[in-house]
């Protein structure tokens, strides 16, 4: 669920135990992965070879960068590094940790480090460049920063792993070498479930007062529930567009975005740059708006700051959908993750599986950060051009993994 936490932030270190790893990772996969809050069968590891033919090398420090699709993920990841025998940390949400403080406890001692998305956090980088310049560990870091629930497209990556990659290399020197690795994640349903889909989509539709022609095929009905969503969450803030155009989605969407942040910007006192795109803007909104509510020093401000966190988390919602993502290509896959979204919207949780699934796992061709940071003339431009190879590495596994899908998930609904 697309949802940020602005309580005061606390630094979890990674504490790591063998003895408390092995079992953990036991544990990931004969109860967690089969079990309701996963409802996963089997993680399937592919093209791994050229990844354990690196870490034999002396020297080779890995950086595992997998798209965060589901929220099946890390668990995946746990999963798919014990098959090939590569104990790798993870960076996670400060949020997790703080949930509950036993599986914070076995998470440090996995390997789990927080990071405080919303600010500035530089211990957390600065524990990430030592674990990838020591080289016992891999690192795993999710570079789309949330889980947007389109596994078939990444959404823009972030670029905090290409920092955190250079960084590394440029500390090690002549000393090592780093590769950065791309990994696809892909999680298919393994039986046909139209039927528990059809009955969420309807559920949803009865809740919103929508109604259903019968000739609607499943692609209209799941606009006209998100457009019922939209109407829904705009009108009661006072951000519906004038004279909205119902007929094309992604503009809409867009419209309603830029109105939502420019009113932020606007409140909370901030220019944006003219080479900012509408993403960008909101994560410096949010920058702000995190910084007032996690601060018990400006606790007069907490209220209204409040107001401007859920309006922001209206955008960044909006934000997330890709306008033709299922008209595109509506498998069943996509239509139901499409509805698990408007769900997690609608009602503000995580919505658990509700068909039996498989994970694949494909890493990607090793990226040699030596190689682009030689190349390029300024680091600046080294960052941005290995946060493109992350990006575009993902999706080539992600296209191959489908290409190849032959369950009833990759089967037009």
């Known amino acids: 669920m697309l949802q940020f936490a602005d309580i005061p932030y606390n630094y979890y270190p990674p504490k790591p135990n063998r003895l408390v790893a092995w079992l953990g990772e036991q544990g990931n996969k004969r109860f967690h992965l089969p079990?309701?809050?996963?409802?996963?069968?089997?993680?399937?590891?592919?093209?791994?070879?050229?990844?354990?033919?690196?870490?034999?090398?002396?020297?080779?420090?890995?950086?595992?960068?997998?798209?965060?699709?589901?929220?099946?993920?890390?668990?995946?990841?746990?999963?798919?590094?014990?098959?090939?025998?590569l104990w790798s940390f993870f960076m996670a949400a400060y949020d997790v940790f703080e949930r509950d403080s036993r599986v914070a406890w076995v998470m440090q001692r996995m390997g789990a480090f927080s990071v405080n998305r919303d600010g500035s956090d530089r211990q957390s980088l600065k524990d990430a460049v030592e674990t990838v310049i020591d080289g016992r560990y891999g690192l795993t870091v999710f570079p789309e920063g949330n889980v947007y629930l389109m596994n078939d497209r990444v959404t823009p990556f972030l670029d905090g792993p290409a920092y955190i990659a250079m960084k590394a290399q440029q500390e090690l020197k002549e000393e090592g070498r780093i590769f950065a690795i791309p990994v696809s994640i892909k999680v298919t349903h393994l039986t046909d479930c139209r039927e528990a889909i059809q009955e969420m989509l309807a559920d949803m539709a009865k809740k919103l007062d929508v109604g259903f022609d019968q000739d609607d095929e499943i692609v209209g009905r799941v606009h006209k529930v998100g457009i019922a969503m939209v109407q829904r969450n705009l009108k009661m803030r006072g951000f519906l567009p004038p004279n909205p155009d119902y007929s094309d989605l992604p503009a809409l969407l867009r419209q309603s975005a830029e109105l939502i942040i420019a009113g932020l910007e606007?409140?909370?006192?901030?220019?944006?740059?003219?080479?900012?795109?509408?993403?960008?803007?909101?994560r410096g909104v949010r920058r702000e708006i995190h910084k007032v509510r996690s601060d018990p020093d400006r606790e007069i401000d907490h209220a209204v700051a409040a107001i401007w966190a859920d309006e922001a988390i209206v955008a960044f919602r909006i934000l997330s959908y890709a306008g033709n993502y299922l008209s595109e290509k509506p498998t069943l896959d996509?239509?139901?993750?499409?509805i698990e979204k408007l769900q997690e919207d609608l009602y503000g949780k995580v919505v658990a599986p509700y068909a039996?699934?498989?994970?694949?796992?494909?890493?990607?061709?090793p990226i040699d950060v030596s190689e682009q940071l030689a190349a390029a003339a300024k680091p600046r431009l080294a960052m941005s051009v290995l946060t493109e190879q992350f990006e575009a590495g993902v999706q080539v596994g992600l296209d191959e993994i489908n290409q190849a899908n032959n369950h009833p998930g990759a089967e037009m609904f």
Request: hydrophobic letters at 35%; glycine letters at 6%; a negative charge.
């Open 334 to 338: 996509r239509v139901g993750e499409t």
């Open 266 to 282: 606007a409140k909370i006192g901030i220019e944006p740059k003219a080479t900012d795109d509408l993403m960008d803007r909101f």
């Open 356 to 365: 039996r699934r498989a994970a694949y796992v494909r890493f990607g061709d």
């Open 35 to 85: 079990g309701p809050m996963h409802l996963l069968e089997s993680v399937q590891v592919e093209n791994y070879q050229a990844l354990k033919d690196i870490n034999r090398q002396h020297g080779a420090r890995l950086l595992l960068l997998p798209n965060h699709s589901t929220h099946s993920d890390p668990q995946i990841m746990v999963e798919a590094c014990r098959q090939i025998d």
